[in-house]
């Protein structure tokens, strides 16, 4: 027997997976995880029994519900979906995956829709944070055609305007949880920073690398991950984050110079491997640290004067901008908002089968497919 559950597949960004409503999953963390790793196809390297893409920006869920706080309209509960590894991690937050929340929301009755733009409150529960996404709804319905293009993307999209309201210490309370702008573990130079996404960013320079490397060199270098992993150990434990093996944060930037134009050129770990693109939260969290005078990537970015800055992180597959606005001078100066331009698109809708044996659903599936 098997258990048929609603979901949709979309694109978010960068990354794709899919989007469920809570109340078609199990109540409890444990109980989803089973749901998500059967759904998902994990622990296996190809996901062939399930719909995971083989890859972690195709292994990624995203959980949402109506949300009762007076600031919100809906809640997304992101997950990323080990591969190889039977474990489903609930801490990190996604904002590629959040891009597609707001018509994921739209879509499915949990926001009404508006004539010409639609702004849809989420709650991000990973992080604790407020995010306030526009979509584009002209006669009141979600619009997936237009002429914005994101690299790491085929092709162009609508916009979605995705504003970051309450971003600093989003796992340690701290934007520098070391209390330093720049730490040094087995030598090398750091600066922890917990904007959006708990980071450790180093100088490439002093990995041995040059910083402008393509995804695939970069996963080619096992001395590099070998240099890389233990300063992450150390570094977490500094940042109050405690023993991170086996755990997806914090995550690894290398900082580099801006080759083509832009302000600073980032590779973003996940952490076992480089992203293709560059994750938003990561992107927010690097631009926050671009601003921080003396920080490894302020060292070598291309900054301007604030508060409002214009940041453009270049990565393997081109750029990621984020509009960075900010209170403060100097090691003081903390973003009080940080806005990205993502798009997103419906994929297909329909029904996810699992086994009865992982979860028997909230009641029997009557799907003919489901016996």
């Known amino acids: 027997m098997q258990t048929a559950i609603p979901c949709v597949l979309m694109r978010g960004g960068t990354s794709k997976g899919p989007y469920f409503h809570a109340s078609d999953l199990p109540a409890d963390r444990d109980g989803i995880a089973r749901v998500l790793m059967a759904a ?20 990624k869920v995203a959980i949402v519900s109506p949300s009762d706080r007076d600031d919100a309209d809906v809640n997304y509960l992101f997950a990323q979906v080990q591969i190889e590894d039977d474990f489903v991690d609930f801490n990190p937050p996604c904002g590629n995956i959040l891009s597609g929340i707001g018509p994921f929301a739209i879509e499915t009755g949990l926001v009404k829709a508006q004539d010409g733009k639609t702004l849809v409150r989420i709650y991000h529960e990973n992080i604790s944070a407020l995010i306030e996404s526009v979509v584009d709804t002209p006669g009141g319905q979600v619009n997936y055609v237009g002429d914005t293009a994101i690299d790491g993307v085929p092709g162009t999209s609508a916009p979605i305007v995705l504003n970051w309201l309450n971003i600093v210490g989003s796992k340690t309370g701290k934007m520098l949880p070391t209390g330093n702008v ?110 921080v005078p003396g920080s490894v990537a302020n060292q070598v970015a291309n900054i301007g004067d604030g508060p409002v800055y214009p940041v453009v992180i270049e990565h393997p597959t081109g750029q990621i901008e984020v509009q960075l606005e900010t209170e403060g001078t100097g090691t003081d100066i903390k973003p009080v908002k940080g806005g990205l331009i993502r798009t997103a698109r419906w994929l297909f809708e329909g029904k996810v089968f699992i086994p ?3 979860w028997e659903g909230h009641q029997k599936a009557t799907d003919p497919k489901a016996a």
Do not use: W
């Open 182 to 291: 720049v730490d040094v573990i087995d030598g090398v130079s750091i600066t922890c920073v917990d904007v959006a996404m708990p980071m450790v960013l180093m100088k490439a320079e002093d990995l041995g690398v040059s910083g402008n490397e393509s995804k695939e060199e970069l996963e080619a270098n096992d001395a590099l991950f070998a240099k890389m992993e233990p300063i992450r150990l150390k570094a977490s434990e500094m940042m109050g984050l405690g023993d991170a093996r086996g755990k997806v944060i914090p995550k690894i930037g290398i900082m580099s110079a801006p080759r083509n134009g832009g302000t600073i050129t980032s590779r973003y770990f996940t952490p076992k491997t480089c992203h293709s693109a560059h994750a938003g939260t990561g992107a927010l969290c690097v631009s926050t640290a671009c601003v």
């Open 40 to 59: 998902m196809g994990s622990p296996d390297a190809r996901q062939i029994d399930g719909i995971g893409g083989a890859d972690f920006v195709t292994s």
């Open 356 to 358: 009865a044996s992982v």
